[in-house]
């Protein structure tokens, strides 16, 4: 079939709640307001296209055929097939009601009486209504040779996509396409994302997986050809001692050719040390396309090290994605009651975390008042190996019989969660009683006990709020879940929108995907690179003590392991651990991670724990992790080779994470489990030399970035210094506990500096103290200048660097904020108030430091792909006071040449340079500011003519 047809010859399916003439149910952004935020939505009708113009069609014309000049990278052999996405019904085409599975059941125009439309209207249309599961399907679209795909989006949601199936709304994923952020729903945004390779004629759906109300309204969809960069060509290294290939439809049987590849990484891993011992040059894995399910962790040692300087590296084909998955698919789902629906699932253990749609799912949960302990629990010093010291606990809590049921089954998969204001604890159970007309959940010991250790109010309390999760009888809202391992059946409550025939559920059940362990300190496993991988879906099933488990801290990824004493300070945190990483890494060397995403686990993101030196991870995604993003160092590193009684790192093993980089990352809704609250972004601990820049961290329940450990004790201790946080980008931080910031620091550290970091959204302190940085106990020899802190004016501090747990000599300089607030200053110290800018428009050299924060030019496509950030929102990002007179503002290019980039008033549509409009290259990073006094924003508009958005952040003339 002609890849050209005639786009009326393409009858889309549509599947949605509803469609409309003119702006096909997309929500009109009526605030007319210069202030007000971009995404505030207007109950008014609009009866205009979704993009402000009588023909929505990006290059004027709504036939496909002559829509040859897309701003794709595409091969003139093959130009792109743009498809616009109209809703189509009619008589002769029957309705869009009964062509959907499963679909809505509102009347649609043209059905029931309401007023007809037009079979096919030329080019005025969007698609809108998207919720979870909802599709459209383009018949007959020859995929051979197409690389990516592209969608013309507006939304004002986040965490939203799209995934590109074949041949049926449940058919197999080939591509997903992330919806941003887009300022407004009538501010489009074009999306694009790698397909896996495919040939042949296809019907494509385009199927829903967002769970909001609304996902985005799609304009069009476009397949094209992206040019593969030179430096990503997989045969470009002349001098590389060999090349290896995996494929998920291979076999470890074959040679790893790229015509017979191996079908797993572990059997390329076997490969390689069959010739790595001494390298003549690289060695290149690369990994096809496609899902790779994981049974057990991929574990690499000193065997898997790049010897003779030179480096092993496990990559992504050029243009695919590789998924290393540690789940199994759950399928056959069927109605079981209340809205409720059930599947089979052969596992014979607890499941704590579960995946639907690409998005997680919690246990099923009450929360309820204690009514205090129950009996007592007592351990002996010796009794066993985590038997430290002799003491007792509580062996239960008690509950009121109408708040908890009885409970006769799985009664051990129960947990219980409560928490401060800045860490939270998880207790397990073992059985569940009846006693004086209470329901009593007695503690899985020893961990019971051992959760109640830790001191100044940080353990577990038998009294107050407690969360109960893991019973069926909690299974009573959308997106829970619980497992019957008795049963072997998985019960979940879909959330508005998802249809279970047609649902992607992911059970994980391997806790680390990959772990690189060296021997020692003499012996480290180095010189291997990841690319381009997906790492995602993991399971953690807590901290196994004696039999028992639970999750227990102090504070931070930290987690106790033992019962000892209450004071953590006593034992020198031998007491204390850290969760494992879906990767997780010690006793290594020039190690790097580029350009991966980390998802969906169950515990922590990436992990560099022990003696892991000189590597590097950037350009990395990371999203929907229970606990912190990225974790460096170990709390037990006050000394190196001490060796404590219990050290978990003994002498010749224990070294300092040392000259290690976290670059250009993006960490986006961590921290986000209940009992992981405490959990950061990027937890460092004792840490030296270590550079924590160009960061954009977005939506954690506690802090952004946590460095130092220590307190005010071991003030001889060395180990953490000389570390660099700097031009980092904080959204949304401490979106559930308190007491403390965007960056929080605790203890000594010499010759550290935390510089030009943009902070936004630090909430009020209204259950616990917030502060836009908090510097803690102990708090010495840092440098901390040229912040820029846009957060709300109810927090305790502006900057918590007070007179308190013997903080000393610090440097704090010209801090602007939206609040100044501070306390009397440590001794030996030098801090300037906070200049106050209580509009947040910034003047010019805040402004700057703004822009130069969070990820770099170079890493646009990874900012703009995860669907959470909003172009114009990166090229102009913070609002800015320029004097008159100004000639040029410093702004980011918008990756593309052909756009304009425009300072505008406010809902300006048409652009003519003059005295209120100034003009700029798409690529350009400097716009010059309009003459005249007044208030602007930026504007990218494309070669088209059609505006890409609008900025949130204005331009004050002043």
């Known amino acids: 079939m002609d890849r050209w047809m005639s786009w009326w010859m393409l009858c889309l399916i549509v599947a949605m709640a509803g469609c409309t003439d003119g702006n096909s149910g997309a929500q009109s952004d009526a605030d007319s307001d210069a202030d007000s935020d971009s995404d505030a939505d207007s109950d008014a009708d609009s009866d205009t296209d979704s993009d402000g113009d009588s023909d929505s069609d990006s290059d004027g014309d709504s036939d496909a055929d002559s829509d040859t000049d897309s701003d794709?990278?595409?091969?003139?052999?093959?130009?792109?097939?743009?498809?616009?996405?109209?809703?189509?019904?009619?008589?002769?085409?029957?309705?869009?009601?009964?062509?959907?599975?499963?679909?809505?059941?509102?009347?649609?125009?043209?059905?029931?009486?309401?007023?007809?439309?037009?079979?096919?209207?030329?080019?005025?249309?969007?698609?809108?209504?998207?919720?979870?599961?909802?599709?459209?399907?383009?018949?007959?679209?020859?995929?051979?040779?197409?690389?990516?795909?592209?969608?013309?989006?507006?939304?004002?949601?986040?965490?939203?996509?799209?995934?590109?199936?074949?041949?049926?709304?449940?058919?197999?994923?080939?591509?997903?396409?992330?919806?941003?952020?887009?300022?407004?729903?009538?501010?489009?945004?074009?999306?694009?994302?790698?397909?896996?390779?495919?040939?042949?004629?296809?019907?494509?759906?385009?199927?829903?997986?967002?769970?909001?109300?609304?996902?985005?309204?799609?304009?069009?969809?476009?397949?094209?050809?992206?040019?593969?960069?030179?430096?990503?060509?997989?045969?470009?290294?002349?001098?590389?001692?060999?090349?290896?290939?995996v494929s998920p439809d291979g076999d470890d049987a074959?040679?790893?050719?790229?015509?017979?590849?191996?079908?797993?990484?572990?059997?390329?891993?076997?490969?390689?040390?069959?010739?790595?011992?001494?390298?003549?040059?690289?060695?290149?894995?690369?990994?096809?396309?496609?899902?790779?399910?994981?049974?057990?962790?991929?574990?690499?040692?000193?065997?898997?090290?790049?010897?003779?300087?030179?480096?092993?590296?496990?990559?992504?084909?050029?243009?695919?994605?590789?998924?290393?998955?540690?789940?199994?698919?759950?399928?056959?789902?069927?109605?079981?009651?209340?809205?409720?629906?059930?599947?089979?699932?052969?596992?014979?253990?607890?499941?704590?975390?579960?995946?639907?749609?690409?998005?997680?799912?919690?246990?099923?949960?009450?929360?309820?008042?204690?009514?205090?302990?129950?009996?007592?629990?007592?351990?002996?010093?010796?009794?066993?190996?985590?038997?430290?010291?002799?003491?007792?606990?509580?062996?239960?809590?008690?509950?009121?019989?109408?708040?908890?049921?009885?409970?006769?089954?799985?009664?051990?998969?129960?947990?219980?969660?409560?928490?401060?204001?800045?860490?939270?604890?998880?207790?397990?159970?073992?059985?569940?009683?009846?006693?004086?007309?209470?329901?009593?959940?007695?503690?899985?010991?020893?961990?019971?006990?051992?959760?109640?250790?830790?001191?100044?109010?940080?353990?577990?309390?038998?009294?107050?709020?407690?969360?109960?999760?893991?019973?069926?009888?909690?299974?009573?809202?959308?997106?829970?879940?619980?497992?019957?391992?008795?049963?072997?059946?998985?019960?979940?409550?879909?959330?508005?929108?998802?249809?279970?025939?047609?649902?992607?559920?992911?059970?994980?059940?391997?806790?680390?995907?990959?772990?690189?362990?060296?021997?020692?300190?003499?012996?480290?496993?180095?010189?291997?690179?990841?690319?381009?991988?997906?790492?995602?879906?993991?399971?953690?099933?807590?901290?196994?003590?004696?039999?028992?488990?639970?999750?227990?801290?102090?504070?931070?990824?930290?987690?106790?392991?033992?019962?000892?004493?209450?004071?953590?300070?006593?034992?020198?945190?031998?007491?204390?651990?850290?969760?494992?990483?879906?990767?997780?890494?010690?006793?290594?060397?020039?190690?790097?991670?580029?350009?991966?995403?980390?998802?969906?686990?169950?515990?922590?993101?990436?992990?560099?724990i022990n003696d892991v030196v000189n590597s590097r991870l950037e350009g990395n995604f990371i999203t929907d992790i229970a606990g912190s993003g990225i974790t460096v160092g170990h709390p037990q590193h006050i000394y190196v080779g001490d060796g404590g009684t219990h050290a978990v790192y003994p002498a010749g093993v224990e070294g300092i994470c040392t000259n290690n980089a976290i670059t250009s990352n993006v960490i986006y809704d961590v921290s986000s489990v209940p009992g992981f609250g405490g959990h950061s972004g990027v937890m460092a601990f004792f840490v030296d030399s270590l550079s924590i820049t160009h960061n954009y961290i977005h939506t954690t329940a506690y802090n952004g970035i946590s460095l130092g450990w220590g307190w005010r004790n071991f003030q001889d201790s060395t180990t953490c210094r000389d570390n660099t946080i700097s031009y980092n980008r904080f959204f949304n931080t401490l979106s559930r506990l308190h007491d403390s910031g965007a960056i929080y620091t605790i203890g000594q550290m010499p010759g550290t500096e935390i510089n030009e970091n943009y902070v936004q959204g630090i909430p009020p302190a209204t259950s616990g103290p917030t502060y836009g940085l908090h510097n803690d106990e102990g708090t010495a020899w840092i440098v901390e200048n040229d912040n820029v802190l846009e957060i709300d004016p109810g927090v305790t501090y502006t900057i918590n660097c007070e007179d308190f747990g013997e903080k000393h000599h610090l440097t704090i300089l010209r801090t602007y904020a939206t609040v100044n607030k501070m306390g009397i200053n440590p001794p030996d110290s030098t801090i300037d108030p906070p200049v106050v800018v209580s509009d947040n428009v910034w003047p010019v050299a805040q402004y700057t430091f703004a822009l130069q924060s969070g990820v770099e030019s170079d890493e646009l496509d990874l900012l703009m792909d995860t669907g959470i950030a909003y172009l114009a929102d990166y090229v102009f990002p913070a609002s800015c006071a320029a004097p008159s007179g100004t000639e040029s503002l410093p702004v980011r290019s918008s990756g593309d040449a052909e756009n304009a980039l425009w300072f505008a008033p406010h809902g300006t549509s048409a652009f003519a340079q003059g005295d209120t409009m100034t003009r700029a290259e798409g690529d350009s990073t400097a716009l010059p500011v309009p003459p005249q006094a007044g208030t602007y924003r930026l504007f990218i508009v494309n070669g088209d003519g059609q505006i890409l958005g609008e900025s949130k952040a204005l331009l004050r003339v002043e």
């Open 254 to 608: 074959n040679p790893g050719s790229q015509e017979q590849p191996f079908r797993t990484m572990a059997r390329a891993r076997d490969e390689v040390r069959t010739i790595n011992s001494d390298m003549t040059g690289d060695i290149y894995v690369y990994l096809r396309g496609g899902d790779y399910r994981i049974s057990e962790t991929i574990a690499f040692d000193t065997r898997d090290s790049g010897t003779s300087g030179h480096r092993i590296h496990y990559l992504a084909f050029p243009g695919e994605t590789p998924v290393l998955n540690g789940s199994v698919q759950v399928t056959g789902w069927t109605a079981h009651t209340g809205g409720i629906y059930r599947a089979p699932l052969d596992r014979s253990t607890k499941l704590r975390n579960l995946y639907v749609n690409d998005r997680r799912s919690l246990m099923a949960s009450r929360t309820v008042s204690s009514l205090g302990g129950y009996g007592t629990h007592g351990v002996t010093a010796g009794q066993a190996s985590w038997a430290w010291v002799s003491g007792s606990g509580s062996d239960g809590s008690r509950y009121s019989s109408s708040d908890v049921p009885e409970i006769n089954s799985n009664k051990d998969d129960l947990e219980i969660i409560n928490g401060t204001t800045w860490n939270e604890n998880i207790v397990t159970v073992r059985d569940v009683i009846t006693s004086d007309g209470s329901r009593v959940l007695l503690f899985a010991q020893p961990y019971g006990v051992i959760a109640q250790l830790p001191g100044w109010n940080a353990g577990f309390k038998v009294t107050g709020t407690h969360t109960l999760c893991n019973a069926y009888a909690f299974l009573d809202t959308p997106g829970r879940f619980f497992f019957d391992k008795t049963e072997g059946v998985l019960y979940y409550y879909p959330r508005p929108g998802e249809d279970m025939a047609t649902a992607v559920v992911e059970a994980p059940f391997v806790e680390k995907l990959i772990d690189l362990a060296g021997d020692s300190n003499t012996n480290r496993i180095r010189n291997i690179t990841f690319g381009g991988i997906t790492f995602a879906h993991s399971d953690y099933n807590l901290m196994e003590v004696g039999g028992s488990r639970g999750k227990a801290t102090c504070q931070g990824s930290t987690i106790y392991r033992a019962y000892g004493d209450w004071n953590w300070h006593n034992d020198r945190y031998e007491i204390t651990d850290t969760p494992p990483g879906i990767i997780h890494v010690r006793s290594a060397d020039a190690i790097e991670f580029l350009g991966n995403t980390v998802k969906h686990s169950g515990s922590e993101g990436i992990s560099l």
């Open 72 to 245: 794709s990278d595409g091969d003139a052999d093959l130009p792109p097939l743009r498809i616009e996405a109209e809703c189509a019904w009619g008589p002769d085409m029957g309705d869009c009601n009964g062509a959907v599975e499963g679909g809505f059941n509102a009347a649609l125009p043209g059905q029931d009486g309401a007023d007809s439309i037009p079979l096919l209207k030329e080019g005025d249309q969007v698609v809108g209504y998207f919720y979870a599961g909802s599709w459209l399907a383009f018949p007959d679209i020859d995929l051979t040779g197409y690389t990516h795909v592209a969608l013309y989006v507006a939304s004002t949601a986040t965490g939203g996509s799209f995934q590109v199936r074949l041949d049926g709304p449940g058919g197999a994923i080939i591509g997903t396409i992330s919806v941003p952020d887009t300022g407004s729903w009538t501010s489009f945004h074009r999306t694009e994302a790698a397909l896996s390779e495919v040939s042949g004629v296809h019907t494509v759906y385009l199927v829903s997986t967002y769970n909001g109300t609304y996902n985005g309204d799609v304009d069009w969809i476009e397949f094209f050809v992206k040019d593969i960069p030179e430096d990503t060509d997989p045969f470009i290294d002349p001098d590389a001692q060999a090349v290896y290939f």
